[in-house]
């Protein structure tokens, strides 16, 4: 069974820095693709990031420059690193592996940029 659990998240000022762990259990997960989604109150979830199994990596433009993906196979996690976060950051962050025609999810983990 596939597991995905999120870690990380919290409240940061403007400026400051996070970083996102997901931690996947259930299979070997390096032949797929993991990502980080964001949803904010009242919007559709996007993707912030994405990565490969052989490491390509993808960034919505509104993150380019300050976030950072990467992942370690040997322990099934993934990483967002985000620096010089901006209140318009906001947004409960989820972490994303699609395996064939199944999209799994984490539960979620809530991050709030504000002073």
């Known amino acids: 069974q596939v597991q995905l659990m999120e870690s990380g998240g919290g409240l940061v000022q403007p400026g400051g820095s996070l970083r996102l762990s997901c931690s996947a259990s259930?299979?070997?997960?390096?032949?797929?693709?993991m990502g980080w989604y964001r949803q904010a109150p009242g919007k559709r979830r996007e993707l912030v990031a994405k990565?490969?199994?052989?490491?390509?990596?993808n960034y919505v433009d509104s993150v380019k420059g300050r976030f950072t993906i990467s992942r370690d196979n040997a322990k099934n996690t993934v990483y967002l690193q985000m620096n010089s976060l901006k209140p318009e950051d906001t947004a409960v962050y989820y972490c994303?592996?699609?395996?064939?025609?199944?999209?799994?999810w984490g539960q979620g983990t809530q991050v709030t940029v504000s002073s």
């Open positions: 259930g299979r070997d997960f390096r032949l797929y693709a």
């Open positions: 994303n592996v699609g395996i064939y025609t199944v999209n799994y």
């Open positions: 990565i490969t199994g052989e490491g390509s990596i």
